[in-house]
């Protein structure tokens, strides 16, 4: 059982897992209601021989959740077990009984350097880009990542593939299995029309939460599936709630995937109460910078409304869209 295989391969990291402790709930999150509050954005570290000390710094921004947490679902058995475990199996970069495992809710920050890039996508890189980890892309070239949060289906990425098509854009789309499992047909027209798919994980659960061996499961379990039914092996993922801690940062790292957060985000995912088309429109607009990530959700009828005006706009004033490949 794969399971089994696991807990036998986790084993002989025993040494290492030492000290790692259950985790306070953080922030962002997805499938939870939304709130403006203080957050704490990702902080500035100063390393000494052994550890790495965060000094935080806060500032105001608005939460992004994900639209709803999906259904608990077990994995399908693989034939090929080793493929799975084999990852955290080899030597792992970092010695993990020396990283932080307190958990932090990622936030943008309302504050912005003179290319319009916010410091709290910044702060996220200079701390954590040695985790193979980034909130905004590391240029000052005037290109956009357009990125999507897969939560649920709610009609709309039918018509944002169209769009997309259309602009010839390439996006990328963050999964859940349980998101692939119910929607096969929209993730091969994703893989098809040459768009990035990336992780979002198998159960949607708070990463800083979970153990070295429950962190892997979540991200190979559905590595592994994607490439048993797509032939796709992913590479990029973006953790649930935009909850991380050193800890997690660092195996997701040793899985061989980058952490892909955002520099900009707003209130677009609930359908009961949908944004103004028009002040959502200009807010995507006044907030473009020099490498930016945008995080949009699906299931958002505003975005879908939007999307092709907005990418009209800034190919207008020089912006170029780039996938996460």
């Excluded at 922030?27 to 203080?38: I, K, L, P, R």
């Excluded at 003179?114 to 702060?123: C, F, I, Y």
């Excluded at 994607?226 to 032939?231: K, S």
């Excluded at 800890?247 to 520099?263: H, I, Q």
């Amino acid at each position: 059982m794969r399971k089994a295989a696991f807990l036998v391969a986790c084993a002989l990291m025993m040494g290492i897992l030492a000290g790692c402790a259950e985790i306070s709930d953080g922030y962002y999150s997805d499938g939870t209601e939304a709130t403006t509050s203080e957050v704490t954005t990702a902080p500035e570290v100063t390393t000494s021989a052994t550890t790495t000390e965060a000094v935080t710094t806060t500032e105001e921004t608005t939460t992004v959740p994900e639209e709803t947490a999906p259904e608990e679902t077990e994995p399908a058995e693989s034939s090929d077990v080793e493929d799975v475990i084999e990852p955290i199996l080899s030597e792992p970069q970092w010695d993990y009984s020396t990283l932080s495992t307190e958990s932090n809710g990622y936030g943008q920050g309302v504050r912005f350097d003179d290319l319009n890039r916010p410091k709290g996508a910044l702060n996220f890189n200079e701390a954590y880009s040695k985790f193979s980890a980034e909130a905004i892309q590391d240029t000052e070239e005037n290109v956009i990542m357009l990125t999507f949060d897969q939560g649920y289906e709610n009609g709309y990425t039918a018509a944002i593939l169209d769009t997309l098509a259309e602009k010839g854009v390439k996006a990328t789309f963050f999964i859940t299995y349980d998101y692939v499992a119910r929607n096969p047909e929209l993730v091969q027209r994703m893989i098809d029309e040459g768009h990035t798919v990336g992780s979002h994980s198998w159960h949607h659960y708070s990463m800083p939460e979970l153990s070295v061996e429950e962190m892997t499961e979540e991200i190979m379990y559905l590595h592994d599936y994607m490439i048993e039914n797509f032939g796709l092996e992913m590479t990029l993922f973006r953790p649930p709630k935009g909850e991380y801690s050193e800890l997690s940062l660092a195996v997701t790292g040793d899985l061989g995937y980058t952490t892909v957060l955002w520099s900009f985000a707003y209130a677009d995912w609930d359908t009961d109460n949908q944004p103004d088309p028009t002040e959502s429109l200009q807010k995507l607009i006044d907030r473009a910078h020099p490498g930016a990530i945008y995080l949009l959700h699906s299931v958002s009828e505003t975005n879908c409304e939007i999307l092709g005006e907005f990418i009209d706009e800034m190919i207008a004033e020089g912006y170029t869209f780039v996938s996460g490949n």
